[in-house]
């Protein structure tokens, strides 16, 4: 179970963030990431991280705006958001998936979401 707080609104340019828990347990092999959606659109991944190695994955749309972090006992992951703009506005979900802990992330195995927060950005 992931359970997400943070986001909200802002205006562009402004910063947000959130964050990410996985069960209260160490989330130590797998992916986690966040994604996001808007209406009439397929969801879309933003950021992710192996929290196995700590390697970090970005969308072309948010590289070097976003940074996605995890905490030192990998039971919670962060999400940075600056510089934002207008068409960053979108429900943003946590996801997680399980797998080897030195495999890389790809965007389309995961498979636990979390309930989805909206971002507004004006």
């Known amino acids: 179970q992931l359970v997400e707080s943070g986001g909200g609104s802002e205006q562009a340019g402004g910063f947000l963030t959130f964050s990410c828990v996985a069960s209260?347990?160490?989330?130590?092999?797998?992916?986690m990431g966040w994604f996001r959606q808007t209406p009439g659109r397929d969801r879309e991944g933003v950021a992710a991280?192996?929290?196995?190695?700590?390697?970090?994955y970005y969308s072309d749309s948010v590289k070097d705006r976003f940074t996605i972090s995890q905490d030192s006992a990998k039971t919670t992951v962060y999400l940075q958001m600056s510089s934002l703009k207008p068409e960053d506005s979108a429900m943003y979900y946590c996801a997680s998936v399980q797998q080897p802990w030195h495999a890389g992330c790809d965007w389309k195995t995961f498979n636990v979401w979390g309930q989805g927060t909206q971002v507004t950005v004006s």
């Open positions: 991280i192996s929290t196995g190695v700590g390697a970090t």
């Open positions: 209260g347990r160490p989330f130590r092999r797998g992916c």
